[in-house]
């Protein structure tokens, strides 16, 4: 190896370019920087970490041979949902995301960052439509993030200090949602799912509304694939009582399922990552609350909103901060959400989505999904011991499929799917045990009549 | 040697874009979804019709309707009118540490192996996506000398975030809880460091710095006591001052019982030459979209690296990622009884970690040595520079350096002529450079300034950005007007009207919100 | 936009004293002794450039002025029409022409009264037109420690446009100050609080990208309010100091409380207003051993919480409420401002300063407190 190391990613590692510059400071090597630090707390040697890998080929190789060891729903079939979704990503929304430009922005004003402000309002104002609701936030983390942010916003907006949540959400967000809810909601209550149908059990609502809970939380559809007809008598229990109601809603349904403004939602939420965005492991989320631009409930959002406003040329399109302080003696615990950096490319790639979609396209992927899994369902239904749909609701792309008659675990018949390269759907058995050996698919508009063929073709093969 | 060059007949595209609503023509498609097969539809009909009224999409979502090619040109244009960091010498956006995001990284994520697995799928299929955690859970122990990392949190805040959660639930296990109910940081750390704990139940104190800019001891000592839960403190500070009693914060707050959590989102210039463990704290957190060179996202997705000791390793959020000792197979661990729970979805930005790892195996370790001697010498030769430009200052800290960044100040030249720091930050995007980072709020140096000329800058950017920033002091004596008027040369012109941004009868952040308060159709 | 009328008060001999050392022109003697020195008049040329920002809103502003160099010369240098209220035939102005202006643009109904001065004008500002005219201050004086300022004489023109223009709406209390100059010639520095004028509050309209912008000085105030409501014990006598913040509290805490003096609550009921030294340790007398708190902010530019405009609170009444009891409350606005310097405390007892000084926590927020040091 040479005497200095020089690297592609730090051009003045260059020796001579390094000495010019301690000449120009009058120092003769960086220690005389570094001796700010106390000795005694400097690390002496060389950190115990793998590498250098310094050509770019190399280190393909090496990353490349460890995702090998990786199956993925690309090779196999996929079945799994439940809050990360395979969905076709289009390759305009996959240019648009990879642009340095947007790829590599931080936080620069709306000047030389106008393109980025422009494309995050236009994502906004897409999702607005789908929800028919005015102020849509910058994307927080993910689904669970946002119904966090959701319910601590109803809690300063009533000034109450319980929630309840309905039995058949996702147990994860349920969890974010008590962790990042605790200092605004420290009780939590549940309000049972009707078993047969799976919808929120209106009566149990009822009884469990007071006037000291601060808002019900509902998803639609639910964790376990019900869509949620019932909004409207929900809202009027909830708002009866003064309650908030704050809705987690998966926006790919939004072609063919209702507004949710429409049935009395006060807060929307969920995750944009169904809208254009790759799986990714998990790493494709992006959450977003929305509610109507009233100062009730515009004045409790954390998170920054980006607004439109004129510029000194006449007609050209400007943006900034949109501010509001919030002053009400219920929200008298100011600065108690914390920003930061969130999931904002995806946003822009969810804007990109819906702008190639339209309405038509929405309504036409929404239709298609729930043809293909309403005929999954009736396919799997009619093998011996499997029951499809569990629930006897509607469903949008995701249903619970029950092998209890078959005398196998959903363990078992998972690992036997993977052998025929099939990822079958989640385990329910432990989060929900009521529903016994139960298992949540999920299909999409990727899934071709083949795949799902190949799905019934392997259960009942092995069943 | 490579040229400096200050642009002056720069101009960023502009191209007088429409909204993408105004390029709407009803009946023209973007895109087809892919129609299921006829045998499908002849089994099952029109279900979504058959939903019951009330759910039934009622009315067509008012969505843009534009063909592919104009939605293509539209975010083009969008895109060329935003100055990504791997454009320009961004070394405006202090505390951000905006080095070079390498193409090779995205390439990497972009293979179906990584960017269509499904988090949910069985461990035995994921196992280079977990061998890559915890790879780079490794690295980052050996980085800080902490025991165990989460690698979920989604930013820097949320990493503080769940290390405040954390530190909640170990007070509570020793039935102090309600006692200890305050969380210390400094008014130059960052903003999170209160936010964040706030956010998770604590009142927050925040220490003044003494007057040469440094974080008082002794204040410390005169508020720390049984109600402290934990500090919260950012080493060095936003100032680019490294604290050297670091140490001696530490004690105090352990010796009255508290927790320690060091803020390392200026971690950069530290790699392989300070860990967080070794001045005694107990939690650390890393930006991975700062110092380990991933995309920043126009503000996300990133991560927040959380590492802490082993005795608080219970209480981590689920799952942990584990590797059988016997057959070296990588394994999701959920059963962790004591865990604060969820904080994120799933793995986190999985996506962010696999960059991360990348990039850090590629500098290997004397890499990421260079990486911290690099953005030290980086910054000093920077100051050396801008020192000279009359009217600025870089207030505290006489007589001591600083190490990646600095935070100066334009008073004087405020004083003089009147043109402030937020000209100047608009004014230099007409130079092809991003605007700069002042600083966070309230403003503590006036006039403020905050630039890190991080290792991935070549000693021509960082004179080109010294010459920049002389040229807009003189224009401020000159032709002030010039400033107080920037940008002329990037995508739009200034903003006119910012009370309307505080008006609820004005402001508008969705287009149908905009048509509505402007009246029209 | 409606025509906004502007009462235009320059002080022309404001700043001479402090380019020959002389510290001020209070007095005829100290501005003769000045010229003598060759001083000259800046004031006049500082108020130019502040009125210079204006032109382009001619037709949509009337200045109201003094003859000659207290406003009618400046107007007219920089292009703009102005209406003489009353003419001065004095070879030097003083105070009392300052504030007959002020009064009389008061009463005129004036949308804002742009002085240019030291703290000297502003004080004569404040005693004629008090808090209900928004004024704001063109820095011209060699004393300038009250916070009626623009940074500057061209921001302060700039500030006074768009104030005019609707695109400044908030406003805020600002402190007027002043130092005894007999007493700075002798190396003592001794400044009192006179009063308060109501300026544009002129926040950076810096947008925070990832971390928002600054919380309005309202806001804060009901944060630091509501956390004070809600900790405060029924049984408790607070003595509420002086200055813009406490006033606040006073007014969210719903009683007649003063800007100017020292009012007493028990609990949240009004007691007393406006109370004297006596007054205190009398209520303190009939309190027995009951809890007494005081609440104090921070008056001033030099970031005094004892000493200046709220001697009231004498040192016996601090030592009698014990240092403990002493909740210090002010925006984080106001303390970052200090840069890292200390509080200070000037009591008139060297002991009751000793046992001041150190770290006392200020409330600056609901649940939130900064730690700051005392010094005297």
């Not at chain 2, 980072?437 to 290792?455: G, K, N, Q, R």
């Not at chain 2, 008027?485 to 952040?509: F, M, N, Y």
């Not at chain 3, 030097?92 to 300052?98: K, L, Y």
Request: charged share 25%.
């Amino acid at each position: 190896m040479a005497e200095a190391d020089v690297y592609p990613y730090i051009p003045n590692s260059v020796p001579e370019v390094k000495a010019q510059m301690l000449r120009a400071i009058g120092i003769s090597s960086v220690e005389d920087i570094f001796a700010e630090i106390p000795d005694h707390l400097r690390f002496k040697g060389e950190l115990d970490v793998p590498g250098p890998i310094s050509s770019e080929y190399a280190l393909r190789r090496h990353v490349e041979e460890i995702l090998a060891k990786n199956k993925d729903c690309k090779e196999f079939i996929g079945f799994l949902g439940g809050g990360v979704y395979n969905h076709f990503v289009p390759s305009v929304v996959t240019t648009i995301m990879e642009r340095d430009e947007f790829l590599t922005s931080y936080v620069g004003e709306a000047y030389a960052d106008h393109g980025k402000w422009q494309a995050q309002f236009e994502y906004a104002s897409c999702l607005a439509e789908l929800l028919e609701m005015d102020a849509v936030n910058t994307p927080t983390y993910d689904w669970g993030m946002a119904a966090a942010t959701a319910i601590r916003m109803a809690a300063r907006i009533s000034g109450r200090s319980a929630a309840l949540v309905s039995a058949s959400v996702s147990p994860d967000r349920l969890s974010c949602m008590k962790n990042y809810g605790f200092s605004a909601l420290p009780t939590f209550g549940t309000v049972e799912m009707d078993p047969e149908t799976g919808l929120v059990d209106l009566d149990d609502l009822r009884a469990k509304m007071t006037d000291e809970i601060a808002v019900f939380y509902y998803e639609n559809p639910s964790f376990l694939g019900a869509i949620e007809h019932q909004g409207s008598q929900i809202a009027e229990i909830v708002h009866g009582r003064g309650g908030v109601v704050a809705a987690g809603i998966d926006p790919i349904t939004l072609g063919v399922l209702e507004a949710p403004a429409r049935y009395g939602v006060d807060i929307a939420c969920g995750d944009i990552q169904s809208l254009g965005i790759p799986m990714s492991a998990g790493g494709g989320q992006g959450g977003y609350v929305a509610t109507q631009d009233e100062p009730k409930f515009f004045h409790e959002f954390p998170a920054l909103m980006f607004g439109v406003t004129p510029t000194i040329v006449e007609g050209e399109y400007g943006f900034g901060e949109v501010f509001f302080e919030r002053t009400s003696y219920a929200s008298r615990e100011q600065a108690k959400d914390f920003l930061g950096t969130m999931a904002q490319l995806h946003g822009i790639g969810a804007g990109v989505y819906l702008a190639l979609m339209g309405p038509q396209g929405m309504r036409e992927v929404g239709e298609g999904i729930m043809q293909r899994s309403a005929y999954l369902a009736r396919q799997l239904d009619a093998l011996d011991g499997v029951k499809a749909p569990v629930l006897s609701a509607p469903f949008f792309k995701e249903f619970v499929v029950n092998f209890d008659g078959t005398g196998k675990t959903v363990a078992e018949v998972n690992k036997a799917l993977l052998e025929r390269k099939i990822f079958g759907g989640k385990d329910l058995s432990t989060w929900f045990p009521g529903l016994g050996q139960s298992a949540l698919y999920c299909v999409t508009e990727v899934h071709t009549k083949g795949d799902l063929d190949a799905l019934v073709g392997a259960l009942k093969e092995m069943l | 040697m490579a040229i400096t060059k200050v642009r002056k007949n720069y101009h960023q595209a502009r191209w007088d874009e429409p909204m993408i609503f105004e390029l709407s023509t009803p009946g023209v498609r973007g895109i087809i979804p892919p129609a299921p097969e006829a045998e499908i539809v002849a089994a099952v009909g029109d279900v979504a019709g058959g939903l019951p009224e009330g759910i039934r999409r009622s009315a067509a979502p008012a969505l843009p309707e534009v063909d592919q090619k104009h939605v293509l040109a539209h975010y083009l244009h969008l895109a060329q009118e935003t100055l990504g960091s791997n454009l320009h010498a961004d070394m405006s956006q202090g505390t951000c540490t905006m080095k070079y995001n390498p193409r090779v990284n995205e390439d990497l994520a972009a293979d179906p192996r990584f960017a269509h697995v499904h988090p949910w799928q069985d461990d035995d299929t994921m196992q280079g996506i977990l061998q890559i955690y915890y790879e780079f859970e490794q690295i980052m122990k050996a980085v800080s000398g902490m025991d165990r990392f989460t690698l979920q949190p989604g930013g820097g805040a949320h990493a503080v975030f769940t290390a405040a959660s954390m530190i909640r639930a170990y007070h509570r296990d020793r039935g102090e809880a309600e006692q200890r109910n305050e969380v210390i940081t400094t008014m130059f750390s960052h903003p999170c460091d209160a936010a964040s704990p706030a956010t998770a139940g604590f009142k927050i104190v925040t220490l003044m710095p003494k007057e040469d800019g440094y974080p008082d001891l002794d204040a410390l000592k005169a508020v720390v006591g049984p109600h402290t839960a934990a500090i919260h403190i950012t080493n060095p500070e936003d100032t680019g001052i490294y604290n050297p009693l670091i140490e001696e914060f530490v004690k105090v707050v352990r010796d009255a019982g508290g927790v320690c959590f060091n803020d390392q989102a200026n971690g950069n210039v530290l790699l392989g030459i300070a860990r967080t463990r070794d001045a005694g704290f107990d939690f650390c957190h890393y930006n991975l979209h700062k110092t380990f060179a991933v995309p920043h996202g126009g503000s996300g997705p990133g991560t927040g690296a959380m590492g802490c000791r082993e005795e608080f390793a219970k209480y981590l959020p689920y799952p942990t990622v584990e590797q059988d000792e016997g057959s070296g197979r990588y394994y999701l661990d959920f059963d962790r009884p004591e865990s604060v729970g969820k904080i994120k979805g799933f793995l986190g930005s999985a996506g962010v970690v696999l960059r991360s790892y990348a990039w850090a195996v590629m500098m290997g370790p004397k890499g990421l040595r260079e990486t911290a001697e690099m953005s030290a010498l980086n910054n000093n030769y920077f100051m050396e520079l801008v020192k000279r430009i009359p009217g600025i200052t870089a207030p505290y800290a006489e007589g001591h350096r600083r190490l990646e960044e600095c935070r100066w100040s334009w008073q004087e030249l405020t004083e003089e002529t009147g043109v402030g720091t937020d000209d100047i930050l608009r004014r230099v995007g007409d130079f092809g450079l991003q605007h700069y980072w002042s600083s966070h709020h309230p403003w503590v140096v006036p006039e403020p300034m905050t630039i890190e000329p991080c290792e991935t800058f070549s000693k021509e950017d960082i004179e080109e950005y010294a010459a920049v920033l002389a040229q807009i002091a003189e224009e401020a004596h000159t032709d002030p007007e010039m400033v107080k008027l920037a940008p002329h040369k990037c995508a739009v012109r200034k903003r006119a009207a910012e009370e309307e941004l505080d008006d609820p009868t004005k402001w508008a952040t969705t287009w149908r919100a905009y048509k509505r308060k402007q009246g029209m159709a | 936009m409606a025509v906004k009328k502007v009462g235009l008060i320059v002080n022309p001999i404001a700043g001479m004293g402090g380019r020959c050392g002389l510290k001020g022109t209070d007095g005829a003697e100290i501005l003769a002794r000045a010229c003598e020195l060759g001083a000259v008049a800046e004031a006049p040329a500082r108020a130019e450039l502040a009125l210079s920002r204006l032109v382009g809103l001619e037709d949509r502003i009337k200045i109201l002025t003094v003859s000659g160099l207290m406003g009618e010369a400046e107007a007219r240098e920089a292009g703009l029409q102005p209406t003489v209220l009353f003419t001065t035939d004095c070879d030097t102005t003083t105070g009392e022409h300052t504030r007959r202006a002020a009064r009389e643009m008061a009463a005129a109904g004036v949308d804002l009264i742009l002085f240019a001065g030291g703290d000297g004008t502003a004080r004569d500002v404040y005693a004629a037109a008090g808090t209900d005219t928004v004024c704001l201050g063109v820095p011209a004086g060699c004393k300038i420690h009250s916070g009626v300022y623009g940074i500057n004489p061209r921001n302060a023109g700039d500030l006074a446009a768009l104030f005019l223009q609707g695109k400044v709406t908030k406003v805020k209390q600002a402190e007027v100050m002043d130092i005894d100059e007999e007493a700075f010639r002798e190396g003592r520095v001794s400044a009192e609080l006179y009063g308060y004028l109501t300026v544009p509050q002129d926040e950076a309209r810096v947008q925070g990208g990832k971390a928002g912008r600054t919380q309005s000085d309202e806001n804060a105030l009901d944060a630091i309010s509501y956390y004070l409501m809600d900790t405060m014990n029924a049984d408790t006598l607070y003595i509420l100091g002086t200055g813009g913040t406490v006033f606040g509290v006073k007014r969210r805490l719903g009683i007649a409380g003063t800007l100017l003096g020292v009012d007493v609550t028990n609990g949240r009921e009004l007691v007393a207003a406006d109370v004297t030294e006596r007054q205190l340790l009398d209520l303190l007398d009939q309190k027995g051993g009951a809890k007494a708190k005081i609440v104090v902010t921070v008056i001033g530019g030099q970031g005094y919480i004892f000493g200046r405009g709220n001697q009231q609170i004498s040192p016996r009444v601090i030592e009698r409420v014990g240092r403990d009891d002493i909740i210090v409350i002010a925006t984080k606005q106001k303390l970052a401002a200090l840069g890292g310097k200390p509080l200070l405390v000037d009591t008139g007892s060297e002991e009751v300063n000793t046992m001041l000084t150190g770290y006392m926590r200020v409330v600056t927020g609901y649940n939130e407190q900064i730690v700051a040091r005392v010094s005297s």
